[in-house]
């Protein structure tokens, strides 16, 4: 005699708690991954006006020494810096990083007769520039490097200037560099 009762084999099967462990590991892995690039972004955001900031004050200064080139406000000779790389080089700009100033009368930085620290105004709270809650701003975290150097080869009529601003950004030092030559031929 049957019993009417038939039992069919099931082809459906559900997740083992391994599977499930190392799915959720994977994910996770992920997720961390993802928090640490935003994170990243986040800072990266948070310094681009300073990066605005120091591309402007480079190229600002290596155009100084090729106006000054150019003007003949200064020798050949005065383009290098006090010590240099032979301890008596001889010329205007001041060896080592000093605080980003105002050019002085001469109309380049890091010389001896540089302005105060320089300053930026912002917008305030109401996003527009010109108003008076504009925010005045001292970039006293910032510091400016020159250094010249003649081309080996060149018999001292090519020389490199080199640019490096230091500038905090929360923990965290970063440095910019512009490099350039410049040749005696005004």
Known sequence: MESGVTVQAS???????????????????GVIGAAGVLV???????????????????????EAVFAARDSHKLTWAQIRN??????????VFLDGAKSLTTPGPDGLVNT???GPIETMVLPGKDGILGTADDVTVTLNQ?????????VAGENGQLRTITVTITYQNGPNKRTYTLTTLISSYA
């Open 11 to 29: 082809n459906e099967r559900g997740f083992s708690l391994a599977e499930t462990v190392i799915a959720m590991g994977v994910m996770t892995t």
């Open 40 to 62: 990243a972004g986040m800072s990266n955001l948070s310094s681009s006006p300073s990066d605005v900031v120091v591309m402007q004050k480079a190229s600002q200064a290596v």
């Open 82 to 91: 006090v010590q240099g790389t032979s301890g008596t080089d001889g010329g």
């Open 112 to 114: 001896a007769d540089d």
């Open 142 to 150: 910032f510091t400016r490097q020159i250094a010249i150097a003649d």
